[in-house]
């Protein structure tokens, strides 16, 4: 599968972990005052073929157990999110550099043959253009970042909690500025019972590992 991806990523971006294909991880949270369950189990589908920097950096994480034990922390009715590490660092910090490693805004439109890189469908005047991943399911998971900062994301992710009636795709301030890269698909109604402190207590990869290039979790923990 790897061999056959269908286009090369920008150079300035090919020495970074990349999926380059198709992931699946689970997720399961401990829930602290749900009277009905103690821990969710989550199914996540990450799209490399539309998404290989933005999935890749998420499922090395995932691989360094950057997210085990890791709080909920915010869960407002639109959004559940979490990936701020404790500390003043709002991403990751590679140990091999010290410094936080941040990816580029990633946004594949239908038609084009590879994603668009650093600029929002807005920027790039495409404003009729169509995401290969929208916003428009329960559990869509995308990567959070500054807002005036394209290029800032790390490793703070979140799922969107509307109804895709509510958030008609390409309709709604999310597509073409924030980079979806997968979706939950089972149990994903259980985002909304999430809570701030909920735990997540772990993410495992079920398959498609060896769909991820360069992986730095290899190289240093």
Do not use: C
């Not at 950057?66 to 999110?81: C, L, N, S, T």
């Not at 946004?107 to 169509?130: D, H």
């Amino acid at each position: 599968m790897v061999d056959g991806f269908p286009y090369e990523v920008p150079e300035e971006y090919q020495s970074m972990p990349l999926l380059k294909g198709r992931a699946t991880v689970d997720m399961k949270v401990k829930v602290k005052d749900n009277p009905n369950a103690d821990e969710f189990m989550f199914r996540i589908v990450l799209d490399g073929y539309s998404a290989p920097v933005t999935a890749g950096n998420f499922l090395d994480l995932v691989q360094r157990h950057f997210y085990d034990g890791m709080e909920i922390q915010r869960a407002d009715g639109f959004v559940v999110q979490t990936g701020d590490p404790e500390g003043p660092a709002e991403g990751f910090i590679d140990p091999s550099t010290e410094k936080t490693r941040t990816i580029p805004l990633e946004i594949m439109v239908n038609g084009e043959k590879s994603p668009f890189y650093g600029a929002t469908l807005e920027e790039l005047g495409l404003y009729k253009a169509q995401t290969r991943l929208p916003f428009n399911a329960f559990g869509t998971m995308a990567m959070a970042r500054d807002e005036f900062e394209n290029n800032s994301a790390s490793s703070q992710v979140f799922w969107l909690l509307k109804e895709s009636e509510l958030t008609p795709s390409n309709a709604n301030i999310l597509d073409g500025r924030y980079a979806v890269f997968g979706y939950v698909t089972e149990n994903e109604d259980y985002l909304a019972d999430l809570k701030v402190g909920d735990v997540i207590e772990s993410i495992q990869v079920v398959s498609g590992l060896d769909n991820l290039v360069n992986p730095s979790y290899k190289i240093a923990r």
